[in-house]
């Protein structure tokens, strides 16, 4: 039977193991603020006095806390990590009063978004060096950065991940992460409560302002000023500026001239379409990660070719397929992955490409293909150029500038003119709304 005395010595013993091998920062902003709460029958409990702290220690070290308790004592059968919010009154204070008035702007990080977590290659390198730079470096060294790239592509990952860094090298920097539309939110309340000086003083006191899916604020003339001034007044004062967007700061329509223009003064990254290399290396380190599940190798391989629309669909396979084998205690096979993903499969094969939309609009006005990218300005060549181009904005993940290069190098405000032209003529024109419903009807089937 452990006695009070002797749990109190293995705690003190743990607690020096633990500060040598995570080192004094993270000891002090993070492992140290742990406290014994209770012991009995061989079952410790340790508490932190915020959920912020617990779900940012369990990933990283609740494994080799409760091994170096077992280390050190045999009767040890398991070691709990809870929230005692009483803690905060403690020496923990500074830190907590810090994290309070950071947490009440921010959004919650997921903390399976690390960098260690995020893999890397041709389609997202610079993307991710670019992050890793803002995250290790003490002063700004660029701003502001801006990440942009398609629907589940990693944006969000690598945002959590330099967030989580950041407060990991130097908890006392407040950081603020959050969506536009939280942004926006938060802004209206305060117009409401008439407390938009505070909200000023909040956002203009992080030494780290994140916001995720900039886009979010298009056309919503009153934030963006807000924004603008927010972004001013934190580069007046050296403070970093993170962003990330479906689209270049360029082709962010609905956004004042004056903020895209602000957007690009630092670094702009973009995450391209993810490879063949890249989608196997996510799989094969995903299936690492499962447990009590084997994925043959020919399956990850045959994800990997079908699957090519973004990381997030090609996750959910996964899971999808480990839930099924789970469930139904049938070994993942090709078969069984055939199968089970049958409707994603379908889905990805039939994605459309800028090519076929030319192809099918230039034989449906019977016009030539050459006419997509030729320079003739006619109207009977002009009109479906354009459909053609509003379709591949509609239909396909390419940026705005990427179109534009396959309409014969156009320029982008090209793209988004004739995006609008045809949004409002369709309105306006039943036979043209039915023109594109059939041809959209057509590259679908």
Not at 92 to 103: H, Q
Request: glycine letters at 4%; charged letters at 25%; a neutral charge.
């Amino acid at each position: 039977m452990l006695s009070e005395e002797s749990v109190i010595d293995l705690w003190e013993q743990v607690r020096e193991k633990l500060k040598i091998e995570a080192g004094d920062t993270v000891f002090n902003n993070w492992l140290g603020l742990l406290s014994l709460s209770s012991f009995s029958d061989g079952k410790i409990v340790l508490a932190i006095h915020s959920k912020f702290h617990k779900d940012w220690i369990e990933p990283r070290y609740g494994n080799r806390i409760r091994t170096l308790w077992q280390g050190f004592n045999k009767d040890i059968v398991s070691v709990t990590l809870i929230v005692d919010e009483r803690l905060s009154g403690k020496n923990t204070r500074k830190a907590e009063d810090l994290s309070t008035s950071v947490l009440s702007l921010s959004s919650p990080l997921d903390p399976r978004y690390t960098f260690d977590k995020f893999i890397v290659g041709p389609s997202n390198n610079f993307v991710a060096a670019a992050a890793e730079r803002i995250s290790d470096a003490a002063d700004v060294s660029f701003n502001p950065l801006v990440i942009y790239g398609g629907v589940g592509l990693g944006k969000t990952h690598l945002m959590h991940a330099i967030a989580w860094k950041i407060r990991e090298k130097n908890f006392n920097r407040k950081v603020v992460y959050l969506s536009a539309e939280k942004f926006m939110y938060q802004f209206v309340r305060a117009l409401r409560q008439q407390e938009t000086m505070a909200f000023k003083e909040q956002f203009r006191s992080a030494d780290v302002l994140m916001i995720d899916d900039v886009q979010f604020i298009a056309g919503k003339n009153s934030t963006q000023e807000e924004f603008f001034h927010t972004f001013n007044a934190l580069v007046d004062q050296n403070k970093q500026i993170i962003v990330s967007s479906d689209r270049s700061p360029a082709d962010l329509e609905g956004i004042e001239e004056r903020l895209r223009s602000r957007l690009g003064w630092g670094i702009v990254g973009e995450i391209h379409q993810t490879t063949y290399e890249l989608r196997l290396g996510i799989l094969q380190a995903k299936s690492d990660d499962l447990k009590n599940s084997s994925i043959p190798k020919n399956v990850i391989e045959f994800l990997a070719h079908k699957i090519t629309s973004n990381i997030r669909e090609l996750e959910g396979a996964l899971k999808r397929l480990v839930a099924h084998s789970q469930l139904v205690g049938r070994p993942v096979s090709l078969e069984s992955a055939q199968d089970v993903l049958h409707d994603l499969l379908r889905a990805n094969n039939r994605r459309v490409t800028i090519e076929e939309i030319q192809k099918k609009v230039a034989d449906y006005f019977n016009i030539r293909l050459s006419d997509m990218s030729s320079p003739r300005r006619a109207r009977a060549v002009a009109r479906p150029r354009q459909i053609a181009m509003y379709l591949s904005k509609q239909l396909t993940s390419k940026s705005l500038p990427e179109i534009g290069r396959n309409f014969g190098g156009r320029d982008h405000t090209t793209v988004m003119h004739a995006v609008s032209r045809i949004d409002e003529l369709s309105v306006e024109d039943s036979l043209l709304s039915d023109d594109i419903e059939l041809l959209k009807r057509t590259l679908d089937s």
